[in-house]
């Protein structure tokens, strides 16, 4: 277990009204974000919403315009007056763009952490090569980084972001210039082992997948700011906004009315939703129908066209058009169903989420 990080009283990592400012554009819109001693929050948004800039901000790499971060307790970033350099903050980092020393063996790269920490070189070593056998990669230790593949340099760089126990590690997109079959076994093991050591960790990507693998909890990143953050499954069940349903792709959003009398009634016709009744204030409102909401059911109250049947293997997906509402939605079934034909379908009333505004 690691002392540094999960018996710690401190956040890992405290970031209270951080903004960031490129001359005239905003980047970054007050960003709060507390990280517990142990866990792990990915930060999961489009391309372009300011990961990276959140992150480089934490790393020392880039100064903030305004805002107050520590980590582990220790003050790094003070508005725009002070910003602790990046080797005084201790951190690991796994960055595409912060790679692995081609001049060191594997082990030197991996034992630099603890150089700069002054640890003996006997000390050095045995810490280096144990942070190899957790990665699978004690027998390359002498090699150099150009004869490794891909996926192995990545394994290299997380070995040298571990190493040390930092109180914090941060990831940036470090899987995606890999295939997706490596992607997935990779994510599941930092996953595994940040989880075994106890280290906290901000995971930055863009693969939603990737995002609920590793993390404790999600930050949905949108234009600069934190739109929602929570456990995986609950930014399913609540997602806070229609924005966040949208990037999640959890389901169709349909636009229409709120009703006493009638339920959610669809601006363009066909799709009522009486059991919505009493549940949402009356007047216009978006529903979001999430995909895990439908099954098709011959005696189910909801009619939707078959686009497109995609088989699976283990299963087919359905892609269905609702109505006049212009809304699609994907669901899956256990048996084909025929292109272009109409298919009843139940709905799960406890699941669907009305947005007003
Ligand atoms: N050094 C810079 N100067 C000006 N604009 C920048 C700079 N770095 C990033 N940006 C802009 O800030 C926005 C967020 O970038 P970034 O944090 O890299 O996004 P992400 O990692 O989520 O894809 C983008 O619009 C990008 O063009
Ligand atoms: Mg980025």
Redesign the pocket.
Known sequence: MNKNAANSPYFALHAERITKS?GE?Q?LRTIDLNLAPGEVVALL?P???????LLRIAAGLLPATSGQMKIAGKQVVDGSKFNARPEQRGIGMVFQDYAIWPHLSVLDNVAFPLRMRKLGRKARETRAREALDRVGLVHLADRFPGTLSGGQQQRVALARAIVAEPPLVLFDEPLSNLDRELREGLALEIGALLRELGLSAIYVTHDQTEAFTIADRVAVMLGGEIAQIAAPEELFAAPASVEVAQFLNIGALIDGQVCAARGFTCAHDHINLPGLAGNSPEGPARILIPRTAVRPDPHGPLTAQVLRCQFQGDRYLLHLGLGGAGASLVCPADRPAIVNSQIPLSIDPDRLRVFTN
């Open positions: 490129f554009t980047v948004g391309s372009g919403c300011g990961k990276t800039t």
